[in-house]
């Protein structure tokens, strides 16, 4: 699904750019709050869940970055029909963490959400 893999391209690039100026972005707790939001948001959608304002970054610059990079992911075009093309949560979790796609720097969703087995 090529909307899919362009969403996660960006969001993975935006990561990127985060990064370089806030390299916590991918320490183990900044990771756990990052997939808990796109699992609540994405993955196995909670009703009347919302993005949280702090990630874990050690500034409030680097939470807003985050969550800027979060925010366009959900937005991106034609995400919402992925999603519901994506019939469950354990197809939408496999479209998240593809392997195959790679941030311009060469790093992949793991290297920001980590592994799950299962959603």
């Given amino acids: 699904m090529l909307t899919m893999k362009n ?15 806030h390299e916590e972005v991918s320490d183990t707790d900044v990771r756990e709050q990052m ?9 196995a959608p909670r009703p009347g869940f919302s993005l ?6 050690f ?9 800027i990079a979060i925010r366009e992911f959900l937005a991106a075009p034609g995400l919402a029909a992925a999603a519901a093309a994506l019939k469950t949560p354990e197809a939408r979790l496999d479209a998240f963490q593809d392997i195959d ?7 992949a ?11």
Wanted: charged share 30%.
């Fill in 101 to 107: 796609v790679q941030s311009d720097a060469g790093n």
């Fill in 7 to 21: 969403a996660l391209k960006k969001l993975i690039d935006d990561l990127d750019a985060v990064a370089v100026e």
């Fill in 59 to 67: 500034s409030d610059e680097g939470d807003r970055k985050v969550l």
């Fill in 109 to 119: 969703y793991d290297w920001y959400f980590g592994y799950s087995d299962a959603p």
């Fill in 35 to 43: 997939y808990d939001a796109v699992h609540k948001s994405f993955i």
């Fill in 52 to 57: 949280p304002e702090s990630f874990g970054m």
